[in-house]
């Protein structure tokens, strides 16, 4: 890879903004406002007029518009609006990524990456009534009264834990570790609503092997950053927070429909993780914090495994709570409390998050914080994954 | 067709080919008892689910070959929050992925029959039993399974 192939060092974010975090169906804004709301205060943070703003980059279908944002906020110029195509959190790091393409390659200077969610308006992805008849890769699996997400994913999981021997506690440990970092968030759904072993292993199954505690939240809310190119962002009142890497994709055939993946028992970064370490030029050891996707607890599981930070066989000694708390676990995890307890803004929170502990402003700040991965969207297909870095490492 | 011959309740999406008629052969195939899956006859590649090209060899239109509904359990789930309507109250169900060896290990999802509370172990071989919705909206029928050592 020639050293112009790559966005290592080329693009920063400088702003990070959000709304407040709801239940889901429970915000009184439209989701078309709650998205403004996390622009402009995205554009506060920075301290830059949202006119300056000339591309927007997306993920998942997201319902609102480049377009409709750029005429809402009176932009002169849109030069970029990107969509990266697949479902549910996959993109939420390739949101990053494509906005940040745009930039480096001279498409565009100022680019908002983001995520809005109203399920009250829009309704949820854990629910599926008021279909007929259904063809295609939901048609091998809704009349077996597989319907939802965890219904989905869990014969992954179970597949993975039987090949490894994964215990149940190494999936509670993940769970914990969202809870413990909530604590710490007043943003988080679940501030002051703390988990413990046994409120978890007390918990009503939702489909064995996921208790109640291993899937995401639904809520409501708005989430979004600002980048521009790295000879600006030290024009800015934040301390820079370089892209050091991002990719996207998918393994062999890993969207083969019916549960039909090659590699079944995967969280589909075998070809995505690699690619990811190669453009940010480090390796999973010099990564000090992760905030890594959880869809569901086996999904942080197996990420975690396909990005080196352990084998399998060892899954069980190092997924424990205290390896995964900042500031001085091994690897802090999901430091704002993820999907599972700030806020399910399809991951885009923890996008957010990430650029927070580069900056040092995290409310469970790690210390080794100059090197986050941020791990999109475990299980689906295309994944996506981003490395954020502080000038120190560029 | 007695209710309580469904594994569950009706109302669940009915399965229909898509719209160019792509898995067709599949679907009808249920109807009439038979399992039919994809294999390219040019380079011998089983496929499952269909698509309209091979692909390992790129050759369009693999064909369709009747396989035994005999397969064995590669992972399972007991389901227990319902996702929809119809499966409020039914209480917890089981979904097998079962793999085809005779098939080039192609995998398909359904039932397990019998009870939703047995203890169910990776690698147990099961039988196809097919299971006809004929007063559905749709008419339609499912593969669902049962362990061979209780195969009727």
Known sequence: MTTSRTLRGRVAVVGVGETTYYRHGKSEDAEFKLALKAILAACADAEINPRDIDGFSSFSDDRNEATRLATALGIPSLRTATMQWGGGGG???????????????GQADCVVAFRSLAQGQFGRFGQSNGIETISGEKSYLMPYGILSPPQRFA????????????????LRAIALASYHHAQANPRAIMYGKPLDEAKYDGSRWIVEPFHLFDCCMENDGAAAIIMVSAERAKDFRNKPVYILGAASGSGPRFAAQAHNSEHYASANFGTVAPDLYRMAGVSASDVGVVQSYENFTAGVLMALIEHGFFKPEEANDFLQPANLLAPTGRLPLNTSGGNLAECYMHGFELVLEAVRQVRGTSTSQAIRSDIALVIGGPMVAPVSNLILGSEKVL | MNQSKFYLPEGLPIPVPESDGLASVYWNGLREEKLFVQKCTHCGTWQFAPEWICHH???????????????????????????HSVLKDHGPYLAILVELHQAGNVRMVGNLLGDPMQEVLIGSKVKGIFEHHLKALVPHSLLQWRLEIDAI
């Open chain 1, 155 to 170: 014969m992954r999981a179970r597949r993975f834990m039987y090949d490894h021997g994964i215990d149940q506690e190494a």
């Open chain 1, 91 to 105: 993109g939420c790091c390739a949101a990053v990524g494509n906005g940040a393409a745009a930039i480096a390659t």
């Open chain 2, 57 to 83: 060899c790129h050759v369009f239109d693999p064909a369709w070959v009747e396989v035994d509904a005999i397969g064995h359990i590669y992972s399972w789930e007991r389901v227990w929050h319902p996702a």
